[in-house]
């Protein structure tokens, strides 16, 4: 006999998650901080000045929870996801958050993600990790970048093609160094974050121009700034692809080591805005008694 559909209460079975706006920054550290490696941009975004661009739901069912946060930077919209796969489906039903963003989720969340956005150039990526006792500085000269330099880094970073809009403010704010060939800028190094309340930091937008690569100026960036930052910081971590392995050799040098993989990039979110409009004005109807938002998944 052929197999029939399921019908009646089994097909309708669904797990009920509460999804809730959380504005503590200590609860939502409890819950990050056994994870920091991963969760280290979520962790810098606590700290005063960025948390009040940030907006933060947690959902919480039988089956689990998950924590979901929206940013607004100077560079940009990000999304984080943290936590089980359909805790986190229902949280981005009824808050997914602006149309385009930066996304960092683990591996086993990509399933949900691309039921909600698509990823026209995320990537697999390797979580590297290094602290003091590790690190092993890289010997040369670098120099710290100042925002009045943000033309020049723009400059560098669009040799390959890439589009840069760096501004002064999003220099200064960071940590940057850049190394120089005859006066010329030819590699540099900057922070995402850098939390000393967390005492830890993101490194990331290490480029080097294509006609000076193979002579070991991102190591030599990267270290300068790793070098600052861990002043402040017990840990740094950075992210690389996996396929380069020039890259992954150069930072293992310094003391980084691989702590987990994670999936990076630009988003689009799949629908328009008036889905999750509505799913979460139902679900709020719903939820009114559980003081947050209802969703079945």
Not at 20 to 37: D, K, Y
Not at 176 to 203: C, K, P, Q
Not at 268 to 284: I, K, L, N
Request: net charge positive; aromatic share 8%; hydrophobic share 40%.
């Amino acid at each position: 006999m052929a197999d029939r559909p399921l019908t009646g209460q089994l097909a309708r079975a669904q797990t009920e998650y509460v999804v809730r706006p959380i504005r503590n920054p200590e609860e939502i550290r409890a819950m990050l901080s056994p994870h920091r490696a991963y969760a280290a941009y979520a962790l810098g975004q606590l700290q005063p000045g960025l948390f009040e661009r940030t907006e933060w739901h947690v959902a919480r069912g039988a089956a689990g929870e998950a924590l979901l946060l929206h940013s607004r930077g100077g560079l940009g919209n990000a999304l984080f996801a943290f936590g089980t796969d359909e805790a986190l489906e229902a949280a981005l039903q009824v808050h997914p958050g602006s149309r385009h963003t930066f996304l960092s989720c683990q591996p086993h969340h990509q399933e949900t993600i691309l039921r909600h956005f698509a990823l026209p150039e995320a990537s697999s990526m390797v979580r590297l990790q290094v602290d003091r006792e590790r690190f092993q500085p890289a010997a040369g000269e670098v120099r710290r970048l100042a925002g009045g330099e943000a033309f020049r880094i723009n400059s560098l970073y669009r040799s390959d093609g890439t589009p840069a809009f760096y501004t002064a403010d999003n220099i200064d704010q960071a940590v940057y160094y850049g190394a120089f060939e005859e006066g010329r800028m030819v590699a540099v190094a900057g922070t995402h974050v850098i939390s000393a309340v967390d005492e830890i930091g993101v490194v990331g937008n290490v480029f080097t121009h294509p006609a000076y690569r193979g002579r070991g100026l991102g190591r030599l960036v990267t270290s300068a700034v790793t070098r600052d930052v861990l002043k402040s910081c017990r840990e740094v971590v950075l992210s690389v692809d996996p396929a380069n392995l020039a890259a992954l050799r150069a930072y293992e040098v310094l003391g980084y080591k691989e702590v987990t993989r994670l999936i990076e990039g630009p988003a689009v979110r799949r629908e328009s805005g008036a889905g999750a409009f509505m799913r979460r004005r139902w679900a709020a109807i719903r939820g009114r008694r559980y003081g947050g938002e209802l969703v079945s998944v």
